[in-house]
């Protein structure tokens, strides 16, 4: 990159979903089809919820939903048999979601340059098989899903790695993974499809509708680094 751009950053963790491929909502739907036969108050519910619930893992989902919105007592057999049905349906569509604009690109532009990882909240077993089967897994120094939830894989992966995190960028598509970020003291790109009509993120947060020049909001973080001194170059 011509103003050694990369010389900036320790890694680059993208969530998967949502930022590499255009499956957000592919999932969001899968979900809402297992609850089809509930009241619609009840079913309108099910759905306000998982537009905000990006980012966790699915038996945490479905966990929310049976107890807090159904009402119902929870079995963590019936939970995990609800994570398994889900995974059998929707692998196969998300292994056909279209890629997200520029994500190849960007991966094609900085792969050797920066280590880049992927983290999802999709069972890292079923998150491998779609990222062989999309031929993408040889971007990535590793990809990594669930368990544990998000904010730990990161936490783990910037340990067992040895990354600055003040020098670690995630970039995702949910409130769960700024929250991650956050909390780990990474810094945070958000990206937000131009169909949402909200963002779940702060006002402050730098944001996109996709991977196409991410750089610019790669060098905008620069600035802010730039203005409070916290991020040293590599040298």
């Known amino acids: 990159m011509p103003d050694a751009l990369e010389t900036h950053f320790d890694a680059l963790v993208f969530d998967c979903d949502g930022v590499i491929l255009d499956s957000a909502s592919l ?3 899968a979900f809402a089809d ?3 036969d509930q009241p619609p108050a009840l079913y309108q519910a099910i759905l306000a919820y998982l537009s905000r619930g990006g980012g966790q893992p699915r038996d945490v989902k479905f966990h929310h939903i049976e107890a807090h919105i159904l009402g ?11 994570s398994s049905a889900f995974s059998r349906y929707i692998e196969a569509q998300v292994v056909n979601a279209p890629v997200l604009p520029g994500a190849i690109e960007f991966l094609e532009r ?4 920066v280590p880049l990882y992927l983290l999802s909240a999709a069972p890292q077993e079923e998150l491998r098989r779609v990222i062989e089967k999309r031929q993408v897994a040889g971007y990535f120094n590793d990809v990594l899903g669930a368990p544990p939830d998000k904010t730990n894989g990161l936490t783990s992966l910037i340990a067992t790695r040895h990354h600055n995190a003040s020098r ?3 970039i995702g598509d949910s409130y769960n993974d700024y929250r991650a970020a956050r909390s780990n003291d990474t810094h945070f790109i958000g990206i937000i499809s131009n169909n949402d009509k909200s963002s779940p993120f702060p006002v402050d947060v730098i944001t996109q509708p996709d991977l196409i020049d991410l750089e610019s909001a790669l060098r905008l973080l620069t600035l802010d680094y730039k203005n409070n001194s916290s991020l040293p170059t590599k040298v």
């Open 27 to 29: 999932k969001r739907a």
């Open 34 to 36: 297992f609850y089809r």
């Open 72 to 82: 119902r007592p929870i079995n963590n057999h019936h939970i995990r048999e609800l």
């Open 110 to 113: 900085w792969r050797g340059s």
């Open 168 to 170: 670690t960028v995630m």
